[in-house]
């Protein structure tokens, strides 16, 4: 039997609020979505104004840096031209995201979920995801 | 042009903190979620231990809920077999579900959105999403 | 952060090895499916013989029960007529499964999982989830 | 009337095992699916630490390969810009995989079925499927 560390559901209130945080200072409504380390929606919130195709995007996004325990930022570079993983961005139905804005979100060396922001550019998605993973590092650090 | 009253975002965690309230009391962890009136998701939350298979289920109670402007539980009642709309439950992918959780959020006659509750019973459900209701109702009247 | 509790590998082959020695006695080629308790499958087997239209329904029996947290068998009846969740067998896009053969997977009151079972009846697939189950309940025991 | 050479049961653990050797080299854990010549899943195996997102995606290796008659590693140089089969990656809903870790299992000059990899680089994924392939070739001289 493993034994698995996964956010609950605090912790991703604190991921939300982080990225909330981040996209109110960059002027960015967003959809923001926070998984669990099985792909599994644990929280989602659009703010007034975040797009509705974002909606999908930012879950799924969530999802994908979850599974792939890495940016789907950094999945977008081997899924471009000429490399190895072009066209990995169709698998799954599609649910494989290889755009900026997803981040898996670690305890020590251990996924226990990820985060996902659409709404903005890839580079805004990502920089509002890293915020929301940076204040929960904040939050995790004060407990210990 | 028209003019469409919905749901904000604040309204969206009125309606989750009512029915989290009600899930606490009579003990069981829910899934909650709060659609507009076009059927998209504005919030979502997983209680910890509300179900996997619950995820999808609640957001498409809010999404039928808002679309078809009453209960998920009247739309049971009609989806039994010898009465008229018996089947269907298995419409649009199987996003129309008529089982009860779901309920319409009104701003007097308007539907500005919908909420869906899943991990109970059927009955538990319904009595989640209507205390969330129930909540929003109460928010809006301090209000004016 | 939560700590959960999952079968890892090795349970799964116990499950799966235990359902194939009750199928191989009942004389009834089987698919069987172990999913994780986040409904990720973790194994599966199609015996030779086993039918193509089981392989998704048995991976779906497990997630379901791992989802559900219990039997398929019990989802079936409360999807009959008259019942109130009638109709939820076609939710999910079809993944919840309201017929016999998927079974939850106990460490404790934890669900670690679920055994997923199709090609028989829907009594046969039960009695052979729950000879899964069984091996794997010995196997535990033996262990402590 | 046709008659089918396909991969059984026991071949489907033979070749799991040779890939799972060679991903404990390596020390990457695997997700590993064996499909038949028709496509559909015998067995799979998810690695303790295998990827979730990399379930579907070595199942859909496996389909792909058995249908294609080649390598996903192949099907990915020719699904490049500029290449005849670009785009091809998201046909059949994104079951066609154009990224290394599928092949093809032989008997003489018929596909008899497919192995799928997932979980590290498409280059380490096509190894491990090689591994699998390999250790059934020599399973299959040492019968005959």
Do not use: W
């Not at 031209?81 to 066209?87: D, L």
Request: glycine share 16%; charged share 20%.
């Amino acid at each position: 039997m493993l034994t698995i560390n996964r956010l609950d559901s605090e912790d991703a209130k604190i991921l939300i609020e982080g990225a909330r945080a981040k996209a109110l200072e960059i002027g960015v409504d967003m959809c923001i979505a926070v998984n669990d380390e099985g792909g599994n929606l644990i929280a989602f919130e659009r703010m007034d104004g975040g797009k509705i195709t974002s909606i999908g995007l930012a879950i799924d996004k969530g999802f994908t840096a979850s599974g792939i325990q890495k940016s789907t930022q950094a999945l977008g570079e081997v899924n471009q031209p000429g490399k190895p993983a072009h066209g990995i961005s169709s698998t799954l139905g599609g649910r494989m995201v290889a755009v900026g804005g997803g981040l898996p979100v670690f305890a020590g060396t251990d996924v226990i979920g990820g985060i996902g922001v659409s709404s903005g550019s890839p580079s805004q998605d990502h920089d509002v995801a890293q915020a929301g993973v940076d204040a929960f590092s904040q939050y995790q650090n004060n407990k210990t």
